[in-house]
């Protein structure tokens, strides 16, 4: 259920927990508290944050949690990502969404994010999205500091291309350990544009964000979506289950990139389906079934 990730020394649960919409999960604190205990009990001790999930209110509600329970930090895992502004109602004088990795910034935002989360240090930073903007010796200057002051362990991205996670890198002494890419049976763009193959590669475990399409597996609204949930009805019969989310979950574990699936729910029971399908091996003929219903025809 641990994992070594990309052979960094940061060791996560193969499962990690996602709190992009815990605001939205209405649980008092006393729930909430009794919730994350029942997923650390099934082994998922990595939590996903970003400073913009809820404006902010996700990092600060579980923040709460760790202020009343300090002691469970030292049994978890924390990320956090930073670099997109976007406009809302709680910041009416930004004029358009936009992206910002300046030094400043980033500084500015891990030290926001500790003060919500109520914690010394964020085990894994990344950078949320890559930008247009960039300045990769800026970013590396304030990884640096970060990492000097011991306020961010290790360093990652989300969404890059190969070219943008190179050019990060090239301005690093020490290794981006992760690209949080979005990936699943429906999503096959990072097999395509040749991401999964360079972090085979490097052998740099990648983290799979909407592992389940936002839905769209379980109630498809095109004829992708169909093909791939009668395979995935399919391949479940051949184990004997009814619950396809299992499929999919299997079908990133079993590939040997070393995915990391990112579960968003705040339902214990759907919780239980991910973990639950560590313990599912997938044939090649069963994951090509998937693979090939998402294709929507044969494999040359």
Known sequence: MVVNLSNSGLHLSRIIHGMMRLNTWGYTIDEFEYFIEKVMDLGITTFDHADIYGNGECEEIFGR????????????????????????????????????????????????????????????????????????????????????????????????????????????????????????????????NENIYFLLEKRINPMAWSPLSGGKLFDPDDDRGERIKKALKEVAKDFGISEIEK??????????????????????????NAVEALEITLTREQWFMIYEASLGYKVP
């Open 65 to 192: 949690l760790l202020e009343r329970n300090p002691e469970i930090r030292k049994k978890m895992q924390l990320i956090s990502k930073c670099g997109i502004i976007r406009k809302s109602d709680k910041f009416p004088d930004r004029r358009v969404k936009h992206y910002n990795t300046s030094k400043e910034h980033i500084i500015e935002s891990v030290e926001k994010s500790l003060k919500n989360l109520h914690t010394d240090y964020l085990d894994l930073l990344l950078i949320h999205r890559p930008d247009p903007f960039m300045n990769p010796d800026e970013i590396a200057e304030a990884f640096y500091e970060l990492k000097k002051s011991g306020k961010v362990l290790y360093f990652g991205v989300s969404n890059f291309t190969i070219q943008q996670f190179k050019t990060l890198q090239s301005r690093l002494s020490f290794p981006l350990i992760t690209n949080q890419i979005e990936i699943s049976p429906y999503n096959l763009e990072h097999f395509f």
């Open 247 to 272: 499929i999919v979950y299997a079908w990133l574990l079993n590939h040997p990139v070393g995915i990391l699936p990112i579960v968003g729910s705040g339902k214990i029971e759907r919780i239980k």
